[in-house]
């Protein structure tokens, strides 16, 4: 929930540039959420990619079998990582844009 | 001939295109305006352009021939440090305004002594890395042209050195630009014009089976230029022929003998499993292949640490930080990191087939240990003739670049920060502030290579994957910490940071050097102390956050938060947490 405006007719956007304890609420808010989310994409990467070396390492049958005439455990090396590198970033920027665009219509509102 | 010509024409290209970009930039007023002006697409490139140094273009490549397929977790990490860079530090360090490490230590912490210890930092890291790009760039010109290696590393260190002093390349986005598309081009070219002229990958058993790296069908013949001292990993008779020509000396190894070749032409029998140099390991193909697993550096403690090192790391390396400053705002700082990882996995799909083909179609190599040349050498051994030559110029005048764009960001690094933190400071304000301030910008540009010069003659035989290894181990236990708790939580002091890094970088610098000292020792013990950031950055974050909870020195760090974390377009004030950025050398060398 938004901290509740205070209330003389000053904006949020007010409080944050005067630095004042209001404003640091409101920010500390937006800070909150930006790290929730950062770490949220961050445990995905570890779930998706960061796993692969323990995978292997404890799958011994992943060596054995080959795809294309390669190990499996050396297409797990090259190919996943970029692709989910890639849609994680995706996902991960249109959701802190979300956030930022959200506060600033939070700040603006009178 | 014809790569010589490839790698001289990368060279007068980059510098030429540089200095125009200069004089273009000098004279359309505000160098820094212009390259805001630039799209998300060209300034991703540019990133990637300066990132993919020597490391990439040879290192992987050779550690993976050297080490096995364990070497490609590198080009993981290596991409996935712009996940790390994007999720917790590409926009709010935009929005903040800091140029460099120093500034942002400076700014965020209220504290200039805090500069000096992160200018140090810059200095050990940028010296770390810029030593495998010499080495690279050693091994390139003596391929190409046979100079000996230290007279290439003297060469291209002043071409570096006087190019960077003279003011070409740095901050011109579209030079670095195109030399990301020349490097995916040199790696990406050869590597699937080779593949399907062989039909695929060769000799499977080599690769994947029990086999050791041997002599082809016909035998092996290596010239050695000096005496080499090896293993032999099975018995087999050799012949050598003494370097001025005369009889051949008949010999026979048994397996395991450690033997110094003499100098000459060495002949290997069809078949026999070549001899290593000392100090490394032949693999059967099935080690060979194993990404994960065993011990030593294809234990998992190995990988996750360094894995957690070229994580974390990335942030941290001193000359990728300015980069982001091209970027108009926070939120095209992230649209921009996003790209960046999209090219880097391109460009990483292709150095792991050269060290495959390389184990097949050059072991030669295993021999003198120059594997790190295989990027160079492979196309030539796979496809002898005119088309090998010609992709073999291809991959040395990417391998050329590669090493141009990276070390030249490198030593601007370098020598910002000897002119401008490490001199005393100039006078306040007077007349000619800004000519001296350029003219140390160049003193230093020349003295910022001697120390990593000299090194690099010392760091020939080791390589070049792991000392850019240490580089990201160094950068993830200092700065990245110092990031990551400087954005994200007000509560960081001075003191705190201090103490972090200091912990952070002895812990990880202890480790290598005990590592070196005790020649790699085996077990978990080992790998931790040739990749000790498994260790050393938990270290540095706890020291951070204990000493800072401790310290009395509190204070409010509301505006600095502000400006890190909150959204354009909110029209506030310019709060002077932002250091107020002089187009002074930095910017314009």
């Known amino acids: 929930m938004a901290p509740q405006p205070p209330a003389d007719s000053r904006t949020p956007r007010d409080e944050l540039a005067d630095t004042t304890a209001h404003g640091a609420l409101y920010l500390q808010r937006l800070r909150q959420r930006q790290l929730t989310l950062s770490i949220l994409a961050l445990v995905a990467f570890g779930a998706l990619v960061g796993v692969l070396p323990l995978a292997i390492d404890l799958l011994p049958q992943l060596r054995r079998v080959h795809l294309l005439g390669i190990p499996v455990a050396i297409w797990l090396v090259i190919v996943p990582a970029s692709p989910v590198f890639l849609a994680l970033a995706v996902l991960y920027a249109r959701r802190a844009d979300t956030l930022d665009e959200d506060f600033r219509e939070l700040v603006r509102r009178r | ?589």
């Open chain 2, 1 to 589: 001939m014809i790569a010589i010509l490839a790698v001289a024409g990368v060279t007068v290209g980059t510098l030429g295109l540089g200095a125009l970009g200069m004089r273009l930039a000098r004279t359309t007023s505000d160098l820094l305006v212009a390259s805001r002006a630039v799209t998300p697409w060209w300034n991703a490139a540019a990133i990637s352009g300066e990132y993919l140094s020597a490391a990439s273009f040879l290192g992987i490549a050779g550690l993976e021939m050297q080490n096995g397929t364990t070497a490609l977790w590198q080009s993981v990490g290596f991409t996935a440090g712009y996940l790390a860079l994007l999720l917790f530090v590409a926009a709010p360090l935009r929005r903040f305004g800091s140029y460099t490490i120093p500034d942002f230590a400076e700014a965020r912490l209220r504290s200039p002594r805090l500069r000096g210890l992160a200018s140090f930092g810059v200095l050990l890291i940028t010296g770390f890395y810029l030593v495998p790009q010499l080495k690279g760039a050693g091994l390139t010109l003596g391929v190409v042209t046979g100079a000996p290696y230290f007279a290439g590393v003297l060469a291209v260190g002043l071409v570096v050195s006087v190019n960077v002093a003279l003011g070409g390349m740095r901050g011109i986005t579209y030079v670095q630009a195109f030399q990301f598309w020349l490097k995916v081009f040199a790696i990406a070219v050869p590597a699937c014009l080779l593949l399907i002229h062989l039909g695929g990958l060769p000799a499977r058993a080599a690769l994947f089976g029990d086999r050791l790296p041997s002599a082809g069908p016909h035998g092996l013949v290596v010239p050695l230029s000096a005496p080499q001292p090896v293993t032999f990993p099975t018995s087999t008779s050799y012949a050598i022929t003494p370097p001025g020509g005369g009889a051949a000396h008949q010999f026979h190894a048994v397996a395991g003998a450690r033997v110094t070749l003499p100098a000459g032409v060495l002949r290997l029998p069809a078949g026999a499993a070549v001899p290593v140099a000392t100090g490394t390991q032949a693999l059967s193909g099935r080690e060979w292949a194993t990404p994960v697993g065993g011990s030593g550096e294809r234990s998992p403690v190995f990988v996750y640490s360094l894995l957690l090192a070229t994580f974390l790391g990335t942030m941290g390396l001193p000359h990728i930080l300015v980069r982001f400053y091209t970027n108009p705002d926070g939120p095209a700082a992230r649209r921009t990191t996003v790209r960046v990882l999209g090219l880097l996995g391109l460009f990483y799909l292709f150095p792991g087939v050269y060290g495959a083909l390389g184990r097949v179609l050059t072991p030669q190599l295993y021999i003198t240990g120059a594997t790190d040349t295989v990027v160079l050498r492979l196309p030539q051994a796979a496809w002898p003739g005119t088309v090998g030559n010609v992709l073999g110029a291809v991959t040395a005048a990417g391998a050329f670049a590669a090493f141009l764009s990276t070390s030249s960001g490198l030593l601007v690094s370098i020598s910002g920060t000897i002119s401008h933190d490490v001199w005393p400071r100039v006078a306040r304000e007077s007349a000619n502030t800004g000519a001296i301030r350029r003219r140390r910008f160049r003193i230093a540009a020349v003295l910022g290579m001697v120390a990593p010069i000299t090194v690099a003659f010392f760091a020939h035989g080791i390589d070049i994957g792991l000392l850019v290894g240490w580089a990201f181990a160094l950068a993830a236990s200092t700065f990245c910490p110092l990031f990551l708790l400087g954005i994200w939580w007000p509560g960081l002091t001075a003191s705190g940071a201090a103490v972090g890094m200091v912990a952070g970088g002895v812990v990880a610098t202890a480790g290598i050097v005990a590592g070196l000292a005790l020649h790699e020792p085996s077990g978990i013990a080992g790998a931790l102390l040739a990749q000790p950031a498994l260790v050393s950055v938990p270290i540095a974050f706890l020291a951070m956050i204990i000493v800072s909870r401790r310290s009395t020195e509190r204070f409010v760090a509301d505006a600095e938060m502000l400006a890190l974390h909150a959204p354009e377009g909110l029209d506030l004030p310019d709060l002077g947490v932002r250091d107020p950025f002089v187009l002074g050398p930095r910017a314009a060398g």
